[in-house]
């Protein structure tokens, strides 16, 4: 009989919460891998500066008083001269990134902070038509790498780790110009190196040795938001060997300024982890 009460006790403590907040031990450094697709979606178009005051609101006019860019513009790279012949939209990109981070668990509390290494290859492109001349002008920006610090707080129940997530991150971004319009000059300027926010949520698992590996490992879902300041990328568009009423040096013979509408770079990420706690 005392031993029936005694194999009870132990097999109700060992499914008290009090079992699983020892099994599920957050405290310590933790190295680890992500892997994710990152996707994005902008609705923008090309401004013009022709009078060259700083302020890009102004309409391209021909000599005849049209709209230069009557044609249009596509969230895409052009695939031709002509906006009839359409425009080549980027597709997601899958990234991997490796991780190192410290957590602190107070009770079923758990706060950290982690630094994160990118490999990314996402980007996006917009394009404005001309009529006179008929030609296209595309903007491009690729995010090759990514540096990221966050810090994360969270709520720990049995082996699992709900948890939110914000920090800084930074790294580098090509961004180019390509037109076919052959009469005029193009000359781009801009910053390559960007920074901004990221904001996020994602929950964590301990594996335990119930999966045969050992103690230590982890795997997790975590949904990312990151929010870049690229800076202007203005074009400075000259004469070139184009005649005086071109429609880029009607209003200002030096010629005209044109940029892309957003400065902001932004994305979402959805990806899977893999961590081993020390």
């Known amino acids: ?23 599920a031990d957050w405290t310590g450094l933790y190295v680890g891998g992500h892997l994710g697709h990152s996707f994005k979606a902008d609705d923008e178009t090309v401004v013009f500066d022709t009078d060259r005051d700083g302020v890009f609101d102004d309409t391209v006019l021909t000599s005849t008083g049209a709209n230069a ?10 695939i031709g ?27 079923n509390w758990v706060v950290g902070a982690l630094i994160e290494e990118t490999a990314v290859n996402i980007g996006d492109d917009v394009t404005a ?50 037109t076919t319009n ?20 994602g929950y964590e698992y301990q594996l335990g040795d119930v999966w045969l590996i050992g103690s230590g490992w982890t795997v997790g879902l975590e949904y990312l938001w990151t929010s870049l300041d690229e800076g202007d990328y203005p074009v400075a568009v000259g004469r070139g060997t184009a005649p005086a009423n071109n429609p880029f040096v009607i209003i200002d013979p030096t010629g005209t300024d044109m940029m892309r509408t957003k400065d902001v770079f932004e994305y979402s990420t959805l990806g899977l982890s893999l961590n081993w706690r020390l």
């Open 182 to 201: 052959t009469v005029n000059t193009f000359t781009p300027s801009g910053d390559s190196e960007i920074d901004g926010y990221q904001l996020g949520v």
């Open 81 to 107: 001269a002509t906006i009839a012949v359409g425009c080549r939209k980027g597709d997601g990109d899958i990234n991997y990134s490796l991780r190192v981070g410290y957590d602190l668990q107070f009770g």
């Open 1 to 23: 009989m005392k031993r029936t009460l005694l194999a009870a006790a132990i097999f109700t403590a060992a499914l008290t919460p009090a079992a699983f907040a020892q099994d």
């Open 69 to 78: 860019f009557a044609p249009g513009f596509c969230n895409g790279g052009a």
């Open 129 to 178: 038509f001309s009529a006179t001349p008929a030609a296209s002008y595309t903007f491009t920006r690729d995010l090759r790498t990514l540096t990221s610090a966050r810090l994360r707080a969270g709520y720990a129940n049995d082996r699992g780790l709900m948890y939110a997530a914000a920090g800084w991150a930074w790294g580098d971004m090509d961004q180019s110009f390509t």
